[in-house]
């Protein structure tokens, strides 16, 4: 029987090697569709989730809003309320700001170891203006924080930034004792807003006076490069009144008090 001899397959034949190059450039090209594949069902799945996000309903913005201000410990007064030598109440100086832009510069008064007697909160809003709730409520929260009460008019009254409406509380009984009085201002040239409270005076006209006195002392200490509100208090000095109580006065009201009782023009 005649016998026959097997032929080794030669390594470097240019066949086989054509083949292994084309077997890898197909299986290269196969790994890039299926990561191509791949990366373009992230993006798809990426599209549609930002699509539901933004079709969420708007979150309230509330409680963040009031939560957002907070002490700004490094920053200088920009207000004063001159006061007589002769005034025994302690004062607080407070400055709050906004991540919007907005600073809140709060003035207290208290006699030694009593609660508040008087507020006054000059505002310089931000962006987050729109944020805010209305004026007239954030007062009668702050001028009666375990209630909710609110206020009506209680007259006008002159100062050197113009005409002042007077607000009280509503729902106080004839024998009760005055009322305690509360304002804001609004200074459009300077965006600005100017509001707090008093209880001052032993009679309602002295506290109408109380408030006043208080707006008249006001003072600007420095304006930040800000000219509008540098102008807005320039002028209003020119208009600014006289605090000094006379000695019966004195007598019937407190430090902030004036001389006669401010012209009452009428309510809302």
């Not at 054509?18 to 890898?24: D, Q």
């Not at 109408?208 to 208090?233: H, Q, S, Y």
Request: net charge neutral.
């Amino acid at each position: 029987m005649q016998s026959f001899s097997g032929t080794r397959a030669d390594p470097h034949d240019p066949s086989r090697i054509r083949s292994a190059l084309t077997s890898f450039a197909d299986e290269c090209c196969g790994t890039l569709a299926r990561l191509i594949v791949y990366v373009g069902a992230l993006a798809l799945l990426a599209i549609v989730g930002l699509h539901f996000w933004n079709e969420l309903p708007a979150r309230d913005i509330g409680p963040t809003a009031k939560a957002a201000w907070s002490p700004a410990t490094r920053s200088y007064p920009a207000f004063a309320v001159s006061q007589p030598e002769s005034f025994e109440k302690t004062a607080s100086y407070e400055i709050l700001r906004h991540p919007g832009g907005g600073r809140k510069d709060v003035l207290r008064w208290a006699a030694a170891a009593e609660k508040p007697i008087a507020e006054l909160e000059i505002y310089r809003p931000g962006d987050e203006l729109s944020e805010s709730g209305p004026a007239l409520a954030e007062l009668a929260d702050r001028m009666d924080p375990n209630g909710a009460r609110e206020l009506e008019a209680a007259g006008i009254i002159d100062s050197k930034f113009g005409a002042v409406t007077l607000l009280r509380l509503a729902g106080l009984a004839r024998g009760d004792a005055p009322a305690c009085l509360g304002f804001v201002k609004r200074l459009d040239q300077a965006d600005l807003r100017i509001s707090g409270w008093s209880c001052q005076g032993d009679t309602l006209p002295a506290r109408r006076a109380a408030v006043g006195c208080i707006l008249n002392r006001l003072t600007l200490l420095t304006a930040g490069n800000d000219p509008k509100l540098a102008e807005t208090f320039a002028r209003a000095e020119l208009r600014r009144g006289s605090c000094a109580p006379s000695a019966t006065a004195a007598a019937a009201a407190s430090w902030v008090t004036e001389n006669e009782n401010p012209q009452l023009r009428g309510a809302f």
